[in-house]
């Protein structure tokens, strides 16, 4: 069973930037392809930004594209968002998870889910 436990939420302000790590346990970490969702309220749960197993391919949404970078280290079991330029319409609740061997974007193919950080964006 692989646990993953989020950090890094907060609160900031409109073009601040915040990084969001992902530490798993439990499994071997190279063999999941990561990834990042989140829910704002009263939304359903969204894609941000996938990467694979070497960290060597990546893809992102539309929104946060050019702004969001989502990075891997393999020794250290952890994936992390690095969040810059942030808008309020990021505010949500961000969850990290983890998908067997392949790359992709869709949440319900996702295996192992973290219990979220809340990110909160003013204005």
């Known amino acids: 069973q692989v646990q993953l436990v989020e950090v890094g939420g907060g609160l900031v302000q409109a073009g601040d930037s915040l990084t969001l790590s992902c530490a798993t346990s439990?499994?071997?970490?190279?063999?999941?392809?990561m990834g990042w969702f989140r829910q704002a309220p009263g939304k359903e749960r969204e894609f941000v930004a996938t990467i694979n197993r070497g960290g060597d391919t990546t893809y992102y949404a539309d929104s946060v594209g050019g702004r969001f970078t989502i990075s891997r280290d393999n020794n250290k079991n952890t994936v992390y968002l690095q969040m810059n330029s942030l808008k309020p319409e990021d505010t949500a609740v961000y969850y990290c998870a983890a998908k067997i061997i392949t790359i992709g974007r869709d949440h319900s193919q996702y295996n192992y889910w973290g219990q979220g950080t809340q990110v909160t964006v003013t204005s």
């Open positions: 439990g499994g071997t970490f190279r063999l999941y392809a």
